[in-house]
T-cell receptor, first 113, second 114 residues
Framework: GENVEQHPSTLSVQEGDSAVIKCTYSDSASNYFPWYKQELGKRPQLIID?????GEKKDQRIAVTLNKTAKHFSLHITETQPEDSAVYFCAASQDNYGQNFVFGPGTRLSVLP | EPEVTQTPSHQVTQMGQEVILRCVPI?????FYWYRQILGQKVEFLVS????????KSEIFDDQFSVERPDGSNFTLKIRSTKLEDSAMYFC????????????FGPGTRLTVL
């Protein structure tokens, strides 16, 4: 089955700096890669996703890159703000309706003012 | 914007007791999921449900667990005989029947087994 690893487990950056979180996956059949942000005590919220037919996707300060050959994908946050502080989870799945997501272990991002 | 809702927000139960966690998915969604998150750990898949039957389940989802869609709106997770290690946050999620695979998560139910 799919296995998703995520690094780093914790990340502290100064406000305004960039943050990069990396995930690797094991199943070459996976073709959908979402990123979720989870604030303390709250539900996971989708922030960006990418399918395997695309190498990069950007939404304002957030971007995701995918390297299918190496089986890794990364989340990039530019101009970080204190409200970006949260736990970020990557996930991988096949784009079938019932297919479950396999989540990475999470990265706790702290943006220091 | 419609959201997935879950009740209760927090459930405390004694070991060995049965609990039912309730979810109301977004009304036009057809695929339903339960996930759990042990404190400080990652979100783990439990089960997916479509067309009134389980489409996939993980090894966590053993005979103590069951899911049901008793009416047109609710989606429930039952744990028959709770164990201490069932203590976790349980998230319900749903998705549309379209081509978008993203799930919308509910706010979660924190289950504490004493």
């Amino acid at each position: 089955g799919e296995n998703v690893e995520q690094h780093p487990s914790t990340l502290s950056v100064q406000e305004g700096d960039s943050a990069v979180i990396k995930c690797t996956y094991s199943d070459s059949a996976s073709n959908y890669f979402p990123w979720y942000k989870q604030e303390l005590g709250k539900r996971p919220q989708l922030i960006i996703d990418i399918r395997s037919n695309v190498g990069e996707k950007k939404d304002q300060r957030i971007a995701v890159t995918l390297n299918k050959t190496a089986k890794h994908f990364s989340l990039h946050i530019t101009e970080t703000q204190p409200e970006d502080s949260a736990v970020y989870f990557c996930a991988a799945s096949q784009d079938n309706y019932g297919q479950n997501f396999v989540f990475g272990p999470g990265t706790r991002l702290s943006v220091l003012p | 914007e419609p959201e997935v809702t879950q009740t209760p927000s927090h459930q405390v139960t004694q070991m060995g007791q049965e609990v039912i966690l309730r979810c109301v998915p977004i009304s036009n969604h057809l695929y339903f999921y339960w996930y759990r998150q042990i404190l400080g750990q990652k979100v783990e898949f439990l089960v997916s449900f479509y067309n009134n039957e389980i489409s996939e389940k993980s090894e966590i989802f053993d005979d103590q667990f069951s899911v049901e869609r008793p009416d047109g709106s609710n989606f429930t997770l039952k744990i028959r005989s709770t164990k201490l290690e069932d203590s976790a946050m349980y998230f319900c999620a749903s998705r549309t029947s379209g081509t978008h695979p993203q799930r919308d998560f509910g706010p979660g139910t924190r289950l504490t087994v004493l």
